[in-house]
């Protein structure tokens, strides 16, 4: 049986120190809560990289490539002859071509921001809501017999509380 | 208060979140006024347009564009306030742009939509309006990607969406704190709107750099926006038109007209929501800077507009030149120039730019001056085509001035339906320019 507990931190520096005994005790499921984004996390808890970037790419190269044919396709499938000038001419679709790239670049960043982020979540999950106003807090999960162990590491790095909470 | 005379997180919780929930007389007199007009002043003209034709609107041969197209270039100006400024300011780590931001970003959503309503109602025939997505029509036709029209659409289309998920995405950790302090329903409501939000480093992370793309993504976007627009009438051949300055010409006058509109939001903002302590002299000092440099420019832009049309030496150019500095619409020519090339000098006074009423004045003036702006740029080019037998004079009609001003009502009913929503000032980033609490800093 598993177990999740939460440390309650008045201090951000309590916090990320409580964080660095947790992770040199060997538990990996460690998750840091707080009101704003914490600054030295990656010192403690190693570099985090996401595919955000990818999929930023990724809709942003399949967005200029679709901005550009719809534009060339919708010219070809309706011939509209003006003076001399080609059907599929380059720089009006490349002004398409340019705002379907940040359209399709935006969304898919915004797919990616969900997918990595792990969100929406609408199920509980171990949380407390001081972690928005003015508390921050560490989460554990672990094996029920390393329960104490957490514990002790939570409330000797200066936890105001530390709870165990059912997911 | 904490020690250091800064506000706890608390306490900018408590300045925050009580401006979504408390509902004054103020608030529901400026709401119910607002409404009203915008039915009556906005959408009963509309209704009347749609039902007895275009007609009713003041624009006949030669002056095909009016009012709605000068007023739909004033509200896409104005949406550059706050996405772009916003993003700019992001990626140059600008800490003050933290507490008024939300509020600068919802009025480039805002001003956003009143615009594309005024493409609507210029359209004519609303229910027309799906020949422009590419999709087979009864009629076999396919949108012309080569006119300037269709690259409108899909800038706005753009801009409007990247628009909404960059403030709405800001906004999700904000959602998240009015969810924890809300009860019953209302925090069932937040806790949708705010995906489940925790606060975990891993969200923190991914947020982070997804807006930093957001950003990235806007700023260009915003540019390309105002220059589209600007080659609506640019790549016409009407003598007035007709010139290559008009895409930096219109993206510095969006900018400025917006920055403007973010003064004079901000200065509301402060006095009736009690931000005192969080919109400082400092931003309007900031802005006021801004707003001076946003002029030079726009003058020296102007001067330069005037004297390629004098020195093209086209007898056309000429002309069009002459009717906008000494036509009819003359004194409204000589005030744009006044509000917005002379007024704002004053600015180069720092007691000025840190006089909260003052910068509230100059603010409305340039508004007004860019709004005079957008209409002459219409009002007074396409009635002096080339041959005088075709010339001929635009005046709007009551229900344009009735839309004109509605959309005033359509923007600010918006906005005060946004701050009960919203919560008006980013909490998350502002705690993040307060001292971060720390065991160290708590023992000195």
Redesign the interface.
């Known amino acids: 049986m598993s177990a999740n507990i939460i440390g309650v931190y008045q201090y951000a520096d309590d916090l990320l120190d409580a964080a660095g005994r947790l992770k040199a005790s060997g538990f990996d499921e460690i998750e840091l809560m707080s009101p704003i984004p914490l600054h030295g996390v990656e010192k403690v808890l190693g570099p985090k990289k996401s595919v955000l970037r990818r999929f930023a790419l990724f809709g942003a190269i399949v967005g200029g490539v679709g901005g550009f044919l719809m534009a060339a396709l919708s010219a070809i499938v309706f011939i509209l002859p003006t003076s001399g000038r080609p059907i599929v001419p380059w720089p009006p679709f490349l002004i398409i071509t340019f705002e379907t790239t940040i359209l399709l670049g935006t969304l898919a960043t915004l797919i990616g921001f969900f997918f990595s982020a792990n969100l929406p979540a609408w199920k509980d999950r171990p949380y407390l809501p001081a972690f928005s106003d003015n508390r921050f807090g560490v989460h554990v999960g672990c094996d029920e017999d390393a329960a104490e162990k957490v514990e002790k590491i939570m409330l000797d790095a200066g936890a105001e509380k530390v709870e165990r909470v059912k997911t | 208060m904490s020690e250091r005379g800064q506000p ?3 306490e900018v ?1 408590d300045a925050v979140l009580p401006t979504m929930t408390t509902f004054t007389w103020r608030y529901w007199t400026a709401l119910s006024i607002s409404v009203t007009v915008m039915i009556f002043g906005f959408f009963a003209p509309w209704w009347y347009q749609l039902f007895v034709g275009v007609g009713a609107a003041g624009m006949s041969r030669a002056a095909y564009w009016g009012t709605y197209l000068g007023n739909f270039i004033f509200w896409i100006g104005l949406s550059h306030s706050g996405t772009l400024l916003s993003a700019v300011l992001h990626i140059t780590q600008s800490d003050w742009r933290k507490s008024i931001y939300r509020s600068a970003e919802a009025m480039t959503l805002f001003s956003l939509i009143t615009a594309a309503f005024y493409v609507m109602v210029h359209l004519g025939r609303l229910w027309f309006v799906h020949w422009t997505v ?1 999709i087979p029509n009864v009629m ?7 006119s300037p029209l ?2 409108d659409v ?2 706005i ?2 801009y409007l ?2 628009s909404s ?1 960059f403030i709405y ?1 800001g906004s999700v ?1 904000d959602f ?2 009015v ?3 809300a009860t019953g329903l209302r925090r069932k409501i937040y806790a949708i709107m705010c ?16 807006y930093t ?2 950003a990235v ?2 700023i ?2 915003a540019v ?1 926006v105002h220059s ?1 627009v600007s080659w609506d009438f640019a790549l016409s051949i009407v003598p007035g038109l007709h010139h290559t300055i008009f895409a930096p010409y219109f993206v510095c006058g969006a900018i400025f007209s917006g920055t403007a509109g973010i003064v004079t939001v901000m200065y509301f903002l402060r006095k009736y929501f009690h931000f005192e302590r969080y919109i400082t002299e400092k931003h309007f000092n900031n802005l006021g800077k801004l707003l001076l440099l946003l002029s030079l420019i726009w003058s020296y832009i102007n001067m330069l507009e005037l004297f390629t049309g004098w020195f093209s030496g086209s007898s056309f150019e000429i002309e069009a030149l002459r009717f906008k500095l000494f036509g009819f619409y003359a004194p409204l020519f000589w005030e744009m120039i006044a509000f917005c090339a002379f007024l704002p000098l004053v600015l180069f006074s720092e007691k000025i730019r840190t006089n909260f009423r003052l910068m509230l004045w100059i603010s409305i003036a340039i508004n007004i001056g860019m709004f005079t702006e957008r209409f002459l740029i219409v009002a007074t080019t396409q009635p002096r085509k080339f041959l005088p037998d075709a010339f001929s004079f635009y005046m709007p009609s009551l229900v344009e001035i009735a839309i004109t001003i509605g959309s005033f009502a359509v923007f600010t009913t918006l906005f005060l339906v946004f701050v009960k929503v919203f919560p008006s000032m980013s909490m ?1 980033e502002v ?2 320019t307060l001292n ?7 023992r000195t």
């Open positions: 706890s997180y608390q919780n590419p076999g036709l396919w949108p012309n990607f080569r269709m690259f899909m800038a289309t753009t969406t990247a998920i995405m950790p998240a704190t969810r924890d302090n995906f489940g939000w925790r606060g975990t480093d891993r969200e923190w992370h991914r947020l982070g750099w997804a793309f957001f993504l806007v260009p976007l390309s589209i998350y705690k993040e971060l609490p720390t065991r160290k800093g708590a």
